[in-house]
């Protein structure tokens, strides 16, 4: 069982930036693909980023040069650095982590507010 666990979320101001990170509890270097989802308010869950375990990115377009999504294997963390944010990124974000045997796991969430 892999435990995911996510921090850095919180209220910024448009324009401003903030650095998610995500914990797990086994080393990310057997976990294939993890990545980032978010879910506004009446909305359902979208994928924002993913990054494969030899480095391949996918952003979404609406974050596409605003945002970063990096993993360290050696400390078992991915993180996801939000620069330019605006209120429409306003939403919870998950971490989510698929294995080599493509079993799903998620985090538990954390809450960014961007204030316009």
């Known amino acids: 069982q892999v435990q995911l666990v996510e921090s850095g979320g919180g209220l910024v101001q448009a324009g401003g930036s903030l650095r998610l990170s995500c914990a797990a509890s086994?080393?990310?270097?057997?976990?294939?693909?993890m990545g980032w989802y978010r879910q506004a308010p009446g909305k359902q869950r979208e994928l924002v980023a993913t990054?494969?375990?030899?480095?391949?990115?996918y952003y979404v377009e609406s974050v596409k040069g605003r945002f970063t999504i990096s993993r360290d294997n050696a400390r078992n963390t991915m993180s996801l650095q939000m620069n330019s944010l605006k209120a429409e990124d306003t939403a919870v974000y998950y971490c989510n982590a698929i294995s080599d045997l493509s079993t799903v796991y998620w985090g538990q969430g954390t809450q960014v507010t961007v204030s316009s």
């Open positions: 086994i080393s990310i270097a057997r976990i294939n693909t």
């Open positions: 990054i494969t375990k030899r480095g391949g990115t």
